[in-house]
């Protein structure tokens, strides 16, 4: 409504030109001619000075001030200046009123739209963590063994016959997003994780014996934040918060099985064995988000749970099987 004002104002100071009724010959009895030469007879609204108004009728649809023009500022951007209070996520004024009811005044409240009694805000940017964007960790941070060194057992066939050998999937970068609530629950999302080639590994199938790697192996999150964390609001305030996540976390895994070199070519074809979005799960593990913020690791110490399996296009039956290792990314 503030933004309509100035429009109403300006139809309120053209309306008595309009309908002034100070002098009646100059808005009755009058002819005109029009560009073409052809006379109208009608009433040719003009002002009290005799000046005429036909060009200055205003249409409200057009008046209407555009607040995206009005003062070169997009509407939608807030501002952290002392007059309207931090950047909260919604268009409550900072005022005294309460507008999401949980205690702290609109003036005060680093999230007005959405209830935080307890005003978390981890990263200290003056949005609160029930109203703030994800946190987003894209860069790998520290290297293997001690980080992003995730092993796993492979077990490879075809037919009756297989192999099992130890992977070990090395992180290179990704995109995983941290959200935080107000009372000690964090959720994780790995949005998607690219793993280095692997090593050529020896697969030994008893009758003949194959040499494969894993190459351009990758994860996708489908489900975002379906993987939640507990924290506790002391390790909020000492800026890490750490706690077991609920659930598997459900991926799509995309890669390829090349078999570099085969004992038996026509049962095991050398060549490339695309996986192409095949569903599966990593494992529930331990959470952490460190440094307010910097750096986000996710620790896994499993044996038993199947990462995923698949058969390639070429019939090569793989399964990765257990999940140990510290995955960890920073900003």
């Given at each position: 409504?503030?933004?309509?004002?100035?429009?109403?104002?300006?139809?309120?100071?053209?309306?008595?030109?309009?309908?002034?009724?100070?002098?009646?010959?100059?808005?009755?009895?009058?002819?005109?001619t029009?560009?073409?030469?052809?006379?109208?007879?009608?009433?040719?609204?003009?002002?009290?000075?005799?000046?005429?108004?036909?060009?200055?009728?205003?249409?409200?649809?057009?008046?209407?001030?555009d607040?995206?023009?009005?003062?070169?500022?997009?509407?939608?951007?807030?501002?952290?200046?002392?007059?309207?209070?931090?950047?909260?996520?919604?268009?409550?004024?900072?005022d005294?009123a309460?507008?999401?009811?949980?205690?702290?005044?609109?003036?005060?409240?680093n999230c007005?739209?959405d209830?935080?009694?307890?005003?978390?805000?981890?990263?200290?940017?003056?949005?609160?963590?029930?109203?703030?964007?994800?946190?987003?960790?894209?860069?790998?941070?520290?290297?293997?063994?001690?980080?992003?060194?995730?092993?796993?057992?492979?077990?490879?066939?075809?037919?009756?016959?297989?192999c099992?050998?130890?992977?070990?999937?090395?992180?290179?970068?990704?995109?995983?997003k941290?959200?935080?609530?107000d009372?000690?629950?964090?959720?994780?999302?790995a949005?998607?994780?690219?793993?280095?080639?692997?090593?050529?590994?020896?697969?030994?199938?008893?009758?003949?014996?194959?040499?494969l790697?894993?190459?351009?192996?990758?994860?996708?999150?489908?489900?975002?934040?379906?993987?939640?964390?507990?924290?506790?609001?002391?390790?909020?305030?000492?800026?890490?918060?750490?706690?077991?996540?609920?659930?598997?976390?459900?991926?799509?895994?995309?890669?390829?099985?090349?078999?570099?070199?085969?004992?038996?070519?026509?049962l095991?074809?050398?060549?490339?064995?695309p996986?192409?979005?095949?569903?599966?799960?990593?494992?529930?593990?331990?959470?952490?988000?460190?440094n307010?913020?910097?750096?986000?690791?996710?620790?896994?110490?499993?044996?038993?749970s199947?990462?995923?399996?698949?058969?390639?296009?070429?019939?090569?039956?793989?399964?990765?099987?257990?999940?140990?290792?510290?995955?960890?990314?920073?900003?």
């Open positions: 409504m503030r933004l309509l004002l100035p429009a109403f104002a300006s139809l309120l100071t053209v309306a008595p030109a309009c309908g002034d009724k100070s002098d009646d010959s100059s808005a009755t009895g009058s002819s005109t029009a560009p073409d030469g052809t006379t109208t007879t009608g009433a040719v609204p003009t002002s009290s000075a005799g000046e005429d108004m036909t060009t200055t009728t205003v249409d409200p649809s057009t008046t209407a001030v607040p995206s023009t009005s003062t070169g500022e997009d509407p939608t951007t807030t501002s952290d200046d002392a007059s309207t209070g931090p950047v909260t996520g919604c268009d409550a004024p900072a005294d309460d507008e999401d009811a949980d205690g702290v005044a609109n003036s005060l409240d007005r739209c209830a935080n009694p307890n005003q978390l805000d981890y990263d200290g940017n003056a949005v609160g963590n029930v109203c703030d964007e994800p946190m987003t960790f894209t860069l790998a941070d520290g290297v293997p063994p001690e980080f992003n060194n995730l092993a796993t057992t492979a077990k490879a066939g075809m037919s009756i016959v297989s099992t050998f130890g992977v070990d999937l090395v992180v290179v970068n990704g995109d995983v941290v959200s935080l609530d009372s000690g629950t964090g959720k994780i999302y949005l998607k994780l690219n793993f280095a080639d692997t090593p050529e590994y020896e697969c030994d199938l008893t009758l003949f014996k194959v040499k790697r894993i190459e351009d192996f990758f994860t996708d999150g489908p489900d975002p934040f379906i993987v939640g964390f507990p924290f506790t609001i002391p390790d909020h305030a000492a800026g890490t918060i750490t706690g077991q996540t609920d659930s598997p976390h459900s991926i799509l895994i995309s890669g390829i099985i090349n078999i570099t070199e085969s004992g038996n070519p026509d095991a074809p050398p060549g490339m064995n996986i192409d979005m095949v569903p599966g799960n990593f494992p529930t593990g331990i959470a952490t988000v460190a307010k913020g910097e750096q986000v690791s996710l620790a896994f110490d499993d044996s038993d199947v990462i995923f399996m698949q058969t390639t296009m070429g019939g090569i039956e793989i399964e990765l099987k257990g999940l140990k290792g510290t995955m960890r990314l920073k900003m």
